[in-house]
């Protein structure tokens, strides 16, 4: 039964949150901040401009929390509104460039070793072009299909796995460069 009132109690803060209740907009801010800015943060490499969008990013969840349906996850909702602000900031920015090779080759990623640090692991995404992070972050991390990658960035399904083959490609690479310097063998 404490799952029901947990989610009534969300319902509830919505609800209060539609009215421009600053409190439970404090209460929906507080529980997702941490969160949000780690997603701001997998597309957006410096910390302050991660955190001025993931902001930016709130006040259009406030603004528009009147047309959340109830249906599915509130902070999925919220997750997807943090993507598409930092896809907006890149955008208007032009830090982000798809190189319009549509050669890609399907292929296995192995996963990554836990011997690596998820600071490690941010670093080597970090270091990725714009363009192969942001495909990589919406494909691997979020989940989202080369379909709707090419429609929500404006470019070719091709592309799009074009990007994630060379994000890949260049990953592994990196992994393979820390394994041996790990190992002493470069």
Same mark, same amino acid.
């Given at each position: 039964?404490?799952?029901?009132?947990?989610?009534?109690? =969300?319902? %509830? #803060?919505?609800?209060?949150?539609?009215? $421009?209740?600053?409190?439970? @907009?404090?209460? +929906?801010?507080?529980?997702?901040?941490?969160?949000?800015?780690?997603?701001?943060?997998?597309?957006?490499?410096?910390?302050?401009?991660?955190?001025?969008?993931?902001?930016?990013?709130?006040?259009?969840?406030?603004?528009?929390?009147?047309?959340?349906?109830?249906?599915?996850?509130?902070?999925?909702?919220?997750?997807?509104?943090?993507?598409?602000?930092?896809?907006?900031?890149?955008?208007?920015?032009?830090?982000?460039?798809?190189? =319009?090779? %549509? #050669?890609?080759?399907?292929?296995?990623? $192995?996963?990554?070793?836990? @011997?690596?640090? +998820?600071?490690?692991?941010?670093?080597?995404?970090?270091?990725?072009?714009?363009?192969?992070?942001?495909?990589?972050?919406?494909?691997?991390?979020?989940?989202?299909?080369?379909?709707?990658?090419?429609?929500?960035?404006?470019?070719?399904?091709?592309?799009?796995?074009?990007?994630?083959?060379?994000?890949?490609?260049?990953?592994?690479?990196?992994?393979?460069?820390?394994?041996?310097?790990?190992?002493?063998?470069?």
């Amino acid at each position: 039964m404490k799952i029901i009132h947990l989610h009534q109690e =969300e319902t %509830e #803060i919505i609800k209060l949150a539609v009215e $421009n209740n600053r409190q439970a @907009q404090q209460q +929906i801010y507080s529980r997702f901040s941490s969160k949000m800015l780690s997603v701001c943060r997998q597309y957006i490499k410096d910390i302050q401009l991660a955190e001025d969008v993931m902001i930016t990013a709130f006040m259009k969840v406030f603004t528009n929390l009147s047309r959340f349906e109830h249906k599915g996850s509130f902070e999925g909702w919220v997750r997807r509104i943090m993507v598409n602000e930092c896809i907006s900031y890149l955008r208007v920015h032009k830090k982000v460039k798809f190189s =319009e090779e %549509e #050669i890609y080759i399907e292929e296995s990623f $192995n996963a990554i070793d836990s @011997q690596f640090s +998820i600071d490690q692991i941010q670093f080597l995404i970090d270091a990725l072009p714009e363009g192969y992070k942001m495909v990589f972050n919406l494909y691997a991390i979020e989940g989202y299909k080369h379909n709707e990658i090419a429609k929500m960035l404006g470019i070719n399904e091709g592309t799009s796995k074009s990007q994630l083959s060379h994000a890949r490609k260049m990953l592994q690479t990196q992994i393979n460069s820390l394994k041996k310097q790990d190992n002493g063998t470069e």
